[in-house]
């Protein structure tokens, strides 16, 4: 059985927004199958596991192994027989999931009709747990109501906790909360129950003196946001590789063959974004339209800094004598290396910004290229109709 992990899916939901097809595109490919577009209503009848990714993804029917879905608004009622992975801005789960399920959004919700039947790991600003839970759940949000059973522990970090008429914890609750509160009985008697005051933890303690600031992390907080992040970056690559590895090639090779020309472009690509706001909203008809300009610029940011990162890093892959067509695996070590390297360089005062900032430019400039490139398709006649670039990387060949 292949496993894989939460942000894994975010990447696929970032590469079909960017496509902008209406289109409901569904491939298979050694027993699993992807279903990817912007308005999706899919009924699922597969045997492996299932990828789905859109603005709007609502899936039906069943899934037999894992199952991984994103998108802005995720209803999931299909019935999946082993794990399920889901992420987005609403996550919404009213189907039954056989083995455990992972699901990040700023409103998360498992539905009466819902049932999960190993352990459920919840993230969000908002958590609803209606379901029965039959094995552990661990949650972490802001405001979390628990309405329904689970079989197992209940480990909770929220900023308020509620508990619903059906909130019944049969093995250990564990809760993290600013102030104690009083669990009832009918959820979980008080020998099960153990509160953990919300503190900055064992390495910051001899910062207590700053603790009331309220913008200061702590440890636990700062190391799982950089392990989500570089989850997700991962799992973007691996679904950017995966879907279009030729595309993604050509990007990267046209960073190595010209990177002063692509920092240049990528100023120009940058400004005609940033540009979009204002103009957008100085025409009063295109106010409306103005969230989504500041959205593009929010995408392509996070798809040019990913691009950036990965052309440089292979870059220096081959550099140090690295094969320069490597398998993908060996892509997404490198690429999960320069992400963590960058990530270190942010602890330096200036060094940190500048260093993402021309990553993201770097990112910019390429898709600024492609995109003139269409528009003009002999501006560079290094490149071929074929989408295929003179390897820079190989020039004898």
């Not at 909770?156 to 564990?174: D, N, Q, S």
């Not at 120009?268 to 103009?279: D, E, K, Q, Y």
């Amino acid at each position: 059985m292949r496993k894989t992990y939460l942000p894994a899916v975010l990447i696929g939901f970032a590469l079909c927004v960017s496509t902008g097809s209406a289109e409901t595109v569904v491939t298979e490919h050694g027993g699993d199958t992807f279903v990817s577009g912007e308005t999706i209503t899919q009924t699922l009848e597969v045997s492996g596991d299932a990828f789905v990714a859109g603005r709007s993804t609502t899936v039906l029917g069943q899934a037999n192994e894992d199952f991984h879905v994103a998108g802005f608004d995720v209803l999931i009622e299909a019935d999946v027989g082993e794990d399920a992975y889901a992420a987005g801005a609403t996550v919404t789960l009213k189907g039954t999931v056989g083995q455990d399920l992972t699901a990040a959004g700023f409103t998360v919700r498992t539905d009466t009709t819902s049932r999960v039947g190993g352990n459920a790991r919840l993230a969000g600003a908002t958590v609803i747990v209606d379901g029965p839970i039959d094995g552990a759940l661990s949650v972490s949000g802001r405001d979390v109501l628990l309405n329904a059973p689970v079989t197992g522990d209940a480990l909770v970090l929220a900023k308020t906790l509620r508990f619903g008429p059906k909130a019944v914890v049969a093995g250990r609750l564990t809760y993290t909360t600013d102030t104690r509160m009083d669990v009832p009985e009918r959820v979980a008697p008080a020998a099960r129950v153990t509160f953990e005051p919300l503190t900055g933890g064992a390495l910051l303690r001899e910062w207590d003196g700053i603790r009331e600031m309220p913008i200061f992390p702590t440890f636990a907080s700062v190391f799982f946001g950089f392990l989500v992040t570089l989850l997700f970056f991962v799992l973007l690559g691996a679904i950017a590789l995966g879907f279009a590895p030729r595309h993604v090639s050509w990007l990267r090779k046209s960073i190595g063959a010209a990177p002063g020309r692509t920092l240049l472009q990528g100023v120009v690509g940058l400004s005609i974004l940033f540009g979009a706001v204002p103009v957008t909203g100085l025409t009063i008809v295109g106010i409306p339209f103005v969230p989504v300009a500041i959205l593009s610029i929010v995408l392509v940011w996070t798809l040019a800094y990913a691009l950036g990162a990965y052309a440089v890093a292979m870059r220096v892959w081959i550099g140090l004598g690295g094969e320069v067509d490597p398998h993908n695996v060996t892509r997404l070590v490198v690429f999960a290396a320069a992400i963590i390297a960058v990530a270190l360089l942010n602890f330096i005062p200036f060094v940190g910004w500048v260093a993402n900032y021309t990553l993201v430019l770097l990112g910019v400039g390429a898709m600024t290229h492609a995109a003139l490139l269409a528009l003009v398709p002999d501006i560079d006649p290094a490149f071929d109709l074929d989408m295929q670039p003179v390897d820079q990387d190989n020039p004898k060949t």
